[in-house]
């Protein structure tokens, strides 16, 4: 702050651009574009029944505001606002990949590109001024070129501080600028409810309610004690927020992951019986979720297990490894440890879902200490198999590399969760 005061009165102060981009409602305008069929229909994005017992993902303009449709909303209540709705299954590689030329147009303007789940990303631009042109004019070129080059929308905010500019990019949407600076944001910004502003939750909207403030200019002028009195140093924090005192820097590209995990589930055709069942189908989960961290260049150090068994019952267990590893046989295998430490189906009745995940990603070029306890020449034979099979995978189809032992029961690994099966990304639901 001092520092910040003392630039602006020397003079030579240079006050950072930062950009906020907005896909709009991503999931569902992706899927527009593939299915143009749909595209003036009321259309939602749901999750599959048995991995996330079929909510509403995102829905399409028509779907949200003339039927009211919420994200988050169980299928069947959307349904009942509207029974011609058009529910398609989320496709996340196709998500990835528009995720990707997003940020590939982004790169054209900046380095500093911070994602925000898949369809956000922050952009410092005060250092491309002189190449490109004013913010505004960088965020006007973004908007149009995604529109052209992509067929989807995004909308922008500019601001100095991130959390404006964050703001900004929901002001006016879909495909808009809007821009907020030292002359209009109290015009702007301090109308707009508590719960506009990032990391203002239900909880904390409740209790500022409780104390009188409901905007976010009723935030700002608020002495930061009195904040912190009952919301603790979060006080101090929507405290600096709300008054555009923001300063921590937009992230270089490739220092946040993409997504936090990588998962994939499966309501299995039959009761699993015994721990081979349990074997086979989380032998296939882990396979798809490495080929998919693979893929994505990733590697992951907790690996996850959701079991639901035939009365409902599931819970999930975690396991930290000594070091990341996007390997199949790794994954499978602390996943099958962390079943059997778990569960016995000597006490326990037959399994019904299960899910494997991975998560705590970094990039799988990071360097990375050695096991001693483990066989590390083999380990990267391993990695190259791996990648091996999955250009195969890649070319013929998921299941024209097989372990024979899966073909024991076809029926229940013959399934394809690559393709489907994968469990939401946790990011979204911040
Ligand atoms: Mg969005």
Redesign the pocket.
Known sequence: MLLYFSNICSGDFMERSVLHC?????YASVECLYHPEIRDKPVVVGGSEETRHGIVLTGNEKAKKLYGIKTGMSLADARLLCPQLVVVPPNYPRYIRFSKMLRRIYSDYTDMIEPF?L??CWLDVTGSRLLFGTPEEIAEDIRKRVKFELGITVSVGVSWNKIFAKLGSDYKKPDAVTVINRDNYKEIVYPLPVSDLLMVGPSTTQKLKNHGIYTIGELADAPPEMLAAFLGKMGYVLHSFANGYENAPVAESGSTPLIKSVGNGITAPRDLMNEEDIKSVQYVLAESVARRLREQGLKGRVVSIGVRDKNLFSFTRQSKLSSATNDTRKLQSTALKLFNSNYSFETMPPVRSLTVSVSELCDENDSFQLDMFEDNELAERLDRLNHTVDGLKERFGSDCVRQAFLLKDEKLTGFDPYEKNIIHPVSYFR
């Open positions: 907005d896909a709009n409602k991503f789940g369809d956000e």
